[in-house]
């Protein structure tokens, strides 16, 4: 596995770095060499350790000791009980103060290590490097860290920022086609919420080729960053990011042990589709951008039918979604491609319309 040699801009983060492919493991080893850490842990999961690992340990240089944590892959693993695990392994193999834990892996790893760093003897310095686009667009960014209760997502965690965030393209080399698709929706998001043009430029994905893969990330990095530095603690404009993730995360939470698991983005981009459409019907977005906004979506994610009965389980999630004030289940909804309104409530018949419209 070779290293992109595509030069990409470091961006500021709020207190910490984002670095980018090949020049990322210089900052990323000048970093260590610098604290001077007493043990660097690295946290990963089976198809990370055998795909990724190799790779980033070819170019991981450091004096102090060196090791390998793996846990199984998948969300069922973003649990409390994970996380005593992790903390009793960790004292066992005699982490201390001045240990680094490294999260090498998806969306799950980063959530899961980074709770567990920021929690173990008080806080421990942590960096993440994501191997998932979905990983690198989205989980990775921002210091939201946490685990799942039962199937309700996220409900316990912390936002703690990591020390440096290094995003190398190379390791989505190793990932399936759906990863990639389920990596895709939130880079959609980002375009809906923030940036008209760049929601076109996914919109004509395939007159894109592998080579432009490297901008769209950054591009997306970005716009996350700008959001979250604005608002770390989500009192305001970051709550623009939640755009389908209420309804996304109910579906998601309800499909995860059925027969038809969904990935996180493959649920958000229905969550996407079902609020553009409730934005449409509150008259804040015009049909012929919902028709674009279907139309962009459903040539990277096929259709998906939600029945009767799904749907009232997925009313039962959405209660419990942690956005929810005072009882009053929030929505970000879309003003327009390129902005975003909060804090908006939904009738119940407005959430069976946009079941029907997502369904036909």
């Known amino acids: 596995m070779d290293s992109k040699l595509t030069i990409m801009q470091a961006i500021m983060a709020n207190g910490y770095p984002i670095e980018f492919n090949a020049a990322g493991y210089s900052a990323l080893n000048q970093y260590i060499a610098q604290k001077k850490y007493s043990t660097v842990f690295v946290l990963t999961d089976a198809h990370s350790h055998e795909y990724c690992a190799p790779h980033f340990l070819s170019l991981l240089e450091t004096t102090a000791p060196v090791e390998i944590i793996e846990i199984e892959p998948g969300e069922s693993m973003k649990t409390i009980q994970t996380c005593v695990e992790l903390w009793t392994l960790l004292t066992e193999m005699g982490a201390d103060r001045k240990s680094l834990l490294i999260n090498l892996g998806g969306g799950v790893i980063t959530d899961l290590g980074g709770f567990v760093a920021a929690t173990f003897k008080r806080g421990i310095d942590f960096i993440h490097i994501p191997t998932t686009l979905l990983g690198m667009v989205d989980a990775s960014i921002g210091g939201k860290n946490g685990v799942d209760l039962g199937l309700l997502k996220n409900q316990v965690g912390v936002i703690h920022n990591p020390k440096l965030l290094l995003i190398d393209s190379t390791y989505l080399q190793t990932l399936p086609a759906r990863q990639m698709r389920s990596g895709l929706a939130e880079m959609f998001k980002h375009g809906l919420i923030h940036d008209a043009h760049y929601w076109t430029q996914l919109s004509h994905l395939s007159d894109l080729d592998v080579n432009d893969l490297d901008a769209l990330i950054h591009r997306s990095v970005a ?88 749907q009232q389980y997925i009313r039962e999630y959405l209660i419990h979604d942690k956005k929810n004030e005072y009882g009053q289940i929030q929505f970000a909804l879309l003003e327009g491609i390129g902005k975003t309104r909060l804090h908006e409530t939904v009738e119940n018949e407005l959430i069976t319309a946009a079941f029907d419209f997502l369904n036909n």
């Open 223 to 310: 716009i996350k960053n700008e959001i979250v530095s604005q608002d770390p603690t989500e009192n305001g404009i970051r709550k623009a990011l939640n755009f389908g993730h209420t309804l996304g995360h109910a579906i998601e939470s309800h499909f995860l042990n059925s027969d038809t698991p969904l990935l996180h983005g493959e649920a958000i981009a229905l969550g996407m589709l079902m609020e553009a459409f409730i934005s449409h019907q509150k008259g804040y977005l015009t049909a012929a951008d919902l028709q674009a906004i279907k139309t962009g979506l459903q040539t990277i994610f096929p259709p998906f039918t939600i029945t009767e009965e799904d």
